[in-house]
């Protein structure tokens, strides 16, 4: 059975960064295609950034490009997201999703991911 753990989450100013982890359990973590995808209450979820299994692609929204870097540890089974000059339109809460089964690649539509797990809260304050 495959489980996502997010942790890292917070309450930061404006300016500051975090980085969130995804610790991922079960399966074959290898081969999982991961993204970071947030949510604001009444809105929809949102693609943050994704990393093909291999690591060797990455994609991030426009909205974050040149703030954000995803990362992964195979041996830690673990996705990471960075995130750099936190603006209070960054608050949401941000889950991390894997699609297994699948080429390596990277995927913006979240409904592309099978698993997910239960979000971290980052509260950005201005």
């Known amino acids: 059975q495959v489980q996502l753990v997010e942790s890292g989450g917070g309450l930061v100013p404006a300016g500051g960064s975090l980085r969130l982890a995804c610790a991922v359990s079960g399966g074959g973590f290898s081969t999982y295609n991961t993204a970071w995808v947030r949510q604001t209450p009444g809105e929809e979820r949102e693609f943050v950034s994704s990393?093909?299994?291999?690591?060797?692609?990455?994609d991030y929204a426009d909205s974050v490009k040149g703030r954000v870097t995803i990362s992964r540890d195979d041996a830690k089974r673990t996705v990471y997201l960075q995130i750099d000059s936190l603006q209070p339109e960054d608050t949401g809460a941000y889950y991390c999703?894997?699609?297994?089964?699948?080429?390596?690649?990277?995927?913006?539509?979240?409904?592309?991911?099978?698993?997910w797990g239960q979000g971290t809260q980052v509260t950005v304050t201005s």
């Open positions: 999703a894997a699609k297994i089964l699948s080429i390596a690649g990277t995927y913006r539509d979240p409904h592309e991911y099978d698993h």
């Open positions: 990393i093909s299994w291999s690591g060797g692609s990455t």
